[in-house]
């Protein structure tokens, strides 16, 4: 089966802190995403990653960066928390198109 | 665009009820189709998926058909169980370079003992 793991399921920090949300997938897939989710707006691609070093924006990325130097691993980072910040964050990777993509169990972050 | 469009929740059911949840895509060209689900405080799980027209996906007891003609992927449960309750997301992969999902809004469902 499909692992997709992520570093914390709940975290609590400040306003202007740095904060870094760590994926890993054990299946050698190429892509890796980034959303968010809140209450009435669904979810929302935050960046994707296609490639080791390689990186995308997605519809949302004010405010966000990531990493992805092995191809196992991908970093969201904040670079400055804010509480409208405050978000479940949800990994996923697939292989290349067409496949499906498989998600991580989820972050509840919250910014004070 | 490409965008799903699903109905909105919360669809709330009792158990051994007959569920069908909505979804119509638009999008070009030829995309796969996905259900997936999410259980409270959970990420999502794929649920089934279908990669071309008059394909059935099914799992755990849900079907859903690839209808290219009504562009819809409508999930069907013949009889509902309380661990059924969750929140549903239809969405859909273009086969487009990145490998980029969109999703429907999601729906809740309630099934009650």
């Known amino acids: 089966d499909v692992k997709v793991t992520q570093s914390s399921r709940y975290l609590v920090k400040r306003t202007g802190e740095k904060v870094f949300l760590e994926c890993v997938q054990d299946?050698?897939?190429?892509?890796m995403f980034w959303y968010r989710q809140d209450p009435g707006l669904g979810l929302r691609l935050i960046y994707f990653?296609?490639?080791?070093?390689?990186?995308e924006k997605g519809d949302i990325p004010e405010g966000y960066s990531v990493s992805r130097e092995k191809k196992e691993r991908f970093s969201l980072i904040l670079e400055s928390a804010s509480t409208n910040q405050t978000s479940m964050y949800l990994c996923?990777?697939?292989?290349?198109?067409?496949?499906?993509?498989?998600f991580g169990p989820g972050t509840r972050l919250t910014v004070t | 665009g490409d965008s799903v469009t699903q109905m909105e929740g919360p669809v709330t059911l009792s158990e051994e009820a007959f569920l069908t949840i909505n979804c119509t895509y638009t999008?070009?060209?030829?995309?796969?189709l996905f259900w997936y689900v999410q259980y409270p405080g959970e990420g999502l799980q794929l649920l089934l998926k279908?990669?071309?027209?008059?394909d059935k996906g099914s799992n755990k007891g849900f079907e859903a058909t690839y209808r290219k003609e009504t562009t819809s992927f409508h999930l069907e449960k013949g009889s509902v169980q309380v661990s059924d309750s969750a929140v549903y997301f239809c969405a859909l992969n273009p086969k487009a370079a990145g490998n980029k999902l969109t999703f429907g809004g999601g729906t809740r469902v309630l099934v009650k003992p």
């Open positions: 990653s296609y490639d080791v070093k390689m990186k």
């Open positions: 999008a070009t060209g030829y995309p796969s």
């Open positions: 279908a990669t071309k027209a008059d």
């Open positions: 299946m050698d897939h190429e892509n």
């Open positions: 996923a990777s697939s292989l290349r198109i067409p496949y499906e993509q498989y």
